[in-house]
């Protein structure tokens, strides 16, 4: 549904591309009978979803929806327009030996090609994910995202806005303050409360919010301290890979903070071709690689935030998990929800197999035409 071989403009400009799925058409799930689940007292026909990214705008997010994923996020935004890395931004990623990578210092090296053009592609697949988090207006977004309010189909399905402080000509801490109203401002003129703040964005410092407790702290209180004047705005912090002291230490301070914690984003990794050469569009070696070879590395983070809630004495109606990486078969679902996941999400996996979400229902018993 993402043409790799289009611009980030042109696919958000005339995308989804359903020629690019094996069904060469957008399915249309309908869940039967009333919805069984739930994620932080939010009704939903399956616990499964799509983290913040490949749903570009609301055209994409409604096919999302129609494809019966049930709790979509609308890709990041910013309190100012942000163009995109360079073409390519997605290339297709190989590990040696077809080995799972892992966040580390240094850097995982896997090599990295173009896609083959209009080629349906095998599912199991990991790609890099190289577009510098880009945004149109606050103008144009808020409104995209106010046209959802017309669905109606909601009873068990919601919308998640992601969106991200810019460092840009200023301060972090102001900023931060500004998207936080302009993102609360427009999800409090829809039905949906679930917002996300991306904490694992590589670009706004030397390293992604989540890695300093100090910054994630500052930053969590003072969206926090901003929601409090919306009605029934619910928090979800989005972080990358860490060890579990790292992990526990982050849940317990911030766990006052946020109603759910989201993991993984990308891991990061050194990319380039198989003659060596830099082949991300942004000109550098370095990018996040997501789908199937980072399986084994979400689920491992879900196990420390699973772990760290109990250990904390916390329940999942207080704090939720949102389980992100790799997943591209119901099976990965069903293992996610194991590791101690409320909510599960898939980036990559969907944006090859749109028939996911019918799948995850599949192997839940639930019902769908
Ligand atoms: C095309 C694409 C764009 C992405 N952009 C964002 C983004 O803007 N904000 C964000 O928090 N994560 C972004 N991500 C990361 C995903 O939300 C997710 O954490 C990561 O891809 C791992 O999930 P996966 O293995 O299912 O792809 C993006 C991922 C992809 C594939």
């Given at each position: 549904?993402y043409d790799t071989?289009?611009?980030y403009?042109?696919n ?11 069904s060469k058409?957008?399915?249309k ?5 009333p ?20 749903l570009?705008?609301s ?12 709790v ?15 073409w390519p ?11 799972q ?7 995982p ?11 349906y ?8 994910n ?7 207006i606050?103008d ?13 189909q909601y009873k068990?399905?919601?919308i998640?806005?992601s969106?991200q402080a810019?460092a840009g ?6 900023d ?8 609360a ?5 829809t039905?949906?409360c679930?917002?996300?703040?991306n ?12 890695k ?5 702290l500052n ?7 901003i ?26 301070e ?5 109603n ?6 990308t891991?990061?990794?050194?990319i380039?071709?198989e ?5 991300l569009g942004?000109g ?26 109990e ?5 999942s ?12 078969e119901?099976t990965?679902?069903?293992?996610y ?10 980036a990559?996996?969907m944006?090859?197999n749109?028939e ?14």
């Amino acid at each position: 549904m993402y043409d790799t071989h289009k611009s980030y403009a042109e696919n958000y400009i005339y995308g989804p591309f359903p020629d690019l799925l094996k069904s060469k058409i957008l399915p249309k799930v309908h869940f039967k009978g009333p919805p069984q689940f739930e994620f932080l007292g939010i009704p939903l026909f399956i616990p499964f979803g799509v983290p913040a990214g490949p749903l570009l705008n609301s055209k994409f997010v409604s096919a999302a929806l129609d494809a019966g994923f049930c709790v979509p996020t609308y890709k990041t935004v910013r309190s100012c327009s942000w163009e995109s890395h360079k073409w390519p931004n997605i290339v297709k990623i190989h590990t040696q030996d077809d080995k799972q990578i892992f966040s580390s210092t240094p850097l995982p090296s896997v090599t990295g090609s173009l896609f083959k053009p209009k080629t349906y592609e095998d599912l199991s697949l990991s790609i890099s994910n190289s577009f510098g988090v880009p945004s149109q207006i606050p103008d144009i977004w808020s409104q995209d995202f106010k046209q959802l309010n017309d669905r109606e189909q909601y009873k068990g399905q919601h919308i998640v806005l992601s969106f991200q402080a810019t460092a840009g000509d200023h301060h972090l801490l102001e900023d931060l303050e500004n998207i936080c109203h302009l993102a609360a401002q427009t999800i409090s003129e829809t039905k949906y409360c679930l917002l996300e703040i991306n904490l694992s964005c590589p670009n706004e410092s030397n390293e992604p919010i989540y890695k300093s407790q100090k910054d994630t702290l500052n930053v969590l209180k003072r969206a926090h301290s901003i929601l409090q004047s919306y009605k029934n705005i619910k928090l979800i912090a989005k972080i990358g890979a860490m060890d579990f002291d790292s992990t526990h230490a982050f849940l317990s301070e911030t766990g006052p903070y946020v109603n759910a914690i989201s993991a993984i984003n990308t891991v990061a990794s050194n990319i380039l071709d198989e003659n060596n050469k830099v082949i991300l569009g942004s000109g550098t070696q370095t990018g996040g690689v997501c789908g199937s070879a980072i399986l084994s590395q979400g689920l491992l983070m879900c196990e420390y935030l699973a772990m760290s809630r109990e250990k904390c004495g916390v329940k999942s109606n207080e704090l939720g998990l949102v389980g992100v990486g790799g997943v591209s078969e119901a099976t990965h679902f069903r293992n996610y929800i194991d590791a101690g996941a409320d909510l599960v999400q898939a980036a990559t996996g969907m944006m090859w197999n749109f028939e996911l979400a019918r799948q995850v229902a599949h192997s839940l018993g639930v019902h769908t035409s």
